[in-house]
């Protein structure tokens, strides 16, 4: 028998006792939303990553349940002042992380400014990527997509709203 890591025979027998298997990580969601900020201002010599202009992306977390909700942040970056970083065959990895415990019927956002804090990165030049969110319930997630060019008039704003569906893990 195996009592605190030491083994003790009992009767000419060994009883031998497995350690329990660590338990599997909860059950939860991830939700990659794709993220625009910044101006493009694109050589008109070069095919752009993005149109010329002014982009800006917010992203609506709500949290519908009756009970906390635990949320983790990673940031990819794929496009970080105006330069294709991931493209491939180069590959982006996580810029930054936060985390947050979001209470019954509440909501917050991330919008470029959160982003800039996260990463560190200038995100009033052009910035790509996505913002991954880790739940551990399923949780409402909008991206809010803003555009508009650099005459105004003549490119009026434009904007879209994405409902993103979260992968169980």
């Known amino acids: 028998m195996q009592i605190g890591g030491q ?14 298997p660590p338990p599997p ?16 201002d ?21 949290n519908y349940r009756l009970e906390d909700v635990d949320i983790r942040k990673a940031v990819i970056i794929l496009v970080e002042g ?20 979001l209470p019954p019927n509440t909501a917050t956002m991330d919008d470029c400014v959160r982003i800039a ?23 409402k997630v909008d991206a809010v997509y803003t555009t508009t060019g650099f005459e105004p008039g003549l490119f009026p704003p434009h904007v879209e709203v994405e409902r993103i569906r979260g992968n169980q893990l």
């Open 7 to 20: 083994e003790f025979g009992l009767d000419n027998v060994t009883v031998r006792t497995r350690e329990e």
């Open 25 to 40: 990580p909860p059950a939860g969601y991830v939700y990659s939303v794709k993220f625009v900020c910044g101006a493009s």
């Open 42 to 62: 694109a050589n008109p010599q070069e095919i752009p990553i993005a149109e010329p202009g002014f982009y800006a992306t917010e992203i609506n977390i709500h």
């Open 82 to 101: 105006g330069e294709g970083v991931g493209r491939e065959p180069n590959f982006a990895q996580v810029s930054g992380t936060d985390a947050i415990s």
């Open 117 to 139: 804090e996260i990463t560190g990165v200038d995100t009033s030049v052009l910035t790509i990527g996505y913002l991954v969110l880790q739940s551990s319930q399923d949780i």
